[in-house]
Each structure stands twice: as structure tokens, then as C-alpha cells.
């Protein structure tokens, strides 16, 4: 009985163990990842590392390298066919929505080339590029097919967050390119409402003119 009793006790600690190291590695992933440490996130990953795991602020290894920004470490992660390149953080944002965002066009590239989803439901990369106008990312992911209409859960488009935030060559770029303009959100709100009330005359005396001739064709899905 004592000797089964020794027996359960060595494995319950071997587990114990086994937990802590493994708790321990992810936490080295997470400040390698900071430190732009490429080395060791490499290393990491080969040794077993689970990639995908959400801090206690939801980010996983990948977000938290292009927050800082650690260019070395981003560059190993999106090339580690381990990384899921659509997990997202607690705010339901892709590694895509904050490249797009930030407009980092090489890491854009990057990702899709990745297969990250260009047409998530809800807020989508194109939303998050047009919100600071980086027209470059725009051009790639129309390019690529993103939905030009795409709606947020209030039903905001990329459009109108052009109008709102973005630049005048954002606005002009959706335009052109047939965006919607008639188009209202939640609130009953189109683009045109939207630049009035941010006062961004350049963006409202485009959307004045009327819509485009003819809507850009897109496979974009939901």
C-alpha cells in the first residue's frame, strides 16, 4: 500500500512539474516576443511552445510582438506555420486588422499571404486601413478582394470611417472604386453625415458630388 501510495505521489508531482515548466516556457515566448528576441522565439517554438496562447490581456505572441514593435520576432512568428494568423485578441482584432491599421503594408502582405481572413465578420482590416487613411493597404486589400461595403456590428463602413478619421485620398480611393455612398448605419448616418460631423470639409465635398458610375466588382463573402 505505501509503495502505491510513493507511486501516485511521484506522478502527481511529475504533472506538477511538467505544468510548471510548461507555464514557464510560455512565459519566456511572451518576453521574447517584447524583447524582439528572434533567437529565442524560434527556439521556443521548436521546442513545442504553444504560439496561440492569450496572455491575461488576450494577446497572444504574434500581437504582442507587432504592439512593441519587434520586427525580428513578428517576421519568425508569421513564418512558423504553428502561428494561427486569425486569433485575435479580446477585442475580437486580427494580426491583419492591426497591421492595416498601423499600415504596415510588408506585414499586410505577409499575412495574407498567410490566408488571414480579408473579409471577417464585423470590423474588418479594410475598416481599420481606411480609419487612418493608408491608402497603399487599401489598394492591396481591394485588390484582394475585401468587401468595399463591408458593415461593423453598428453597421459602419469602411467609407464612412474614411470620412470620419481617415484622408481625403482614402475617401476618393472607396469612391472610385464604387463604394456605397448611399448607405446608412445604425444611427441613420451616412458617409457624408460622417464627414459633416467631424467638420472634414475635403471629405464632404466629395461625397457631395454623388456616387460613382458603377460599383467595383468584388467576391468578398460573409
Known sequence: M?????????????????????????VDLFRAARADNAGSVKSLLERGVN??????????ALLVAMREPSPKAVDVLIASPKVDVEMRNSKDESPLMMAALKGQL?????LIARDADINKPGWTPLHYAATNGH???????LEKHAF?????????TPLMMAAMY??????????????DQAMKNQQGMTALDFAKKANRGDAALQLSRGPAAQKRPTDGKW
Open 166 to 179: 481617415g484622408t481625403s485620398e482614402a475617401v476618393k480611393l472607396l469612391i472610385d472604386e464604387g463604394a
Open 2 to 26: 505505501k509503495k502505491y501510495f510513493n507511486i501516485v505521489v511521484y506522478v502527481l508531482a511529475s504533472i506538477a512539474f511538467i505544468g510548471n515548466a510548461n507555464a514557464d516556457a510560455q
Open 135 to 141: 491608402v497603399a493597404v487599401m489598394k492591396v486589400l
Open 106 to 110: 510588408d506585414l499586410v502582405t505577409k
Open 148 to 156: 468595399i461595403d463591408a458593415q461593423s456590428p453598428n453597421g459602419t
Open 51 to 60: 504560439p496561440n496562447v492569450r496572455d491575461e490581456h488576450g494577446q497572444t
